[in-house]
C-alpha cells in the first residue's frame, strides 16, 4: 500500500517539478509530496524514478521559497480560500531540509 501511494504521488508531478492540484505547482502541495517521498527514501523504498522525482521536485521548490515574501497561495477549503501561510512555511522548511540533511556525509 505505502508503495501504491507513493507512485500515486509521482503519477501528479507537474512538469516543472512541483506539485499542485491545479494548474500550477503550489509550494504547500510539492512540501508534502517532498516528505513523503523523503519517507519512502528513508526506508528504502524509493526507486530510480521516485529518486529523480524527489530531486526535481526540491530542486522546484527551492527556488519557489522566498522567506521574506508573504506567501501568495491559497488553497481551497469547503467553498473558502485558507492560506495558514505560517504553518505552511513550517511544512516548506521540513521538506527542503529532509533533503538537505540526507546530503550531508556522514
Do not use: M
Amino acid at each position: 500500500e505505502i508503495r501504491q501511494a507513493g507512485a500515486a504521488v509521482l503519477q501528479r508531478q507537474q512538469e516543472a517539478g512541483g506539485w499542485g492540484s491545479g494548474q500550477h505547482a503550489t509550494r504547500i502541495e510539492t512540501s508534502y509530496a517532498l516528505l513523503i517521498l523523503s519517507t519512502l527514501r528513508q526506508r528504502r523504498l524509493l526507486d530510480e524514478a521516485g529518486e529523480t522525482a524527489l530531486q526535481r521536485g526540491y530542486e522546484w521548490l527551492s527556488q519557489a521559497y522566498h522567506p521574506q515574501r508573504v506567501p501568495d497561495e491559497r488553497l481551497w477549503l469547503g467553498k473558502v480560500p485558507y492560506a495558514p501561510s505560517r504553518v505552511d512555511r513550517i511544512y516548506e522548511l521540513c521538506a527542503l531540509l529532509s533533503i538537505a540533511l540526507e546530503r550531508i556525509p556522514g
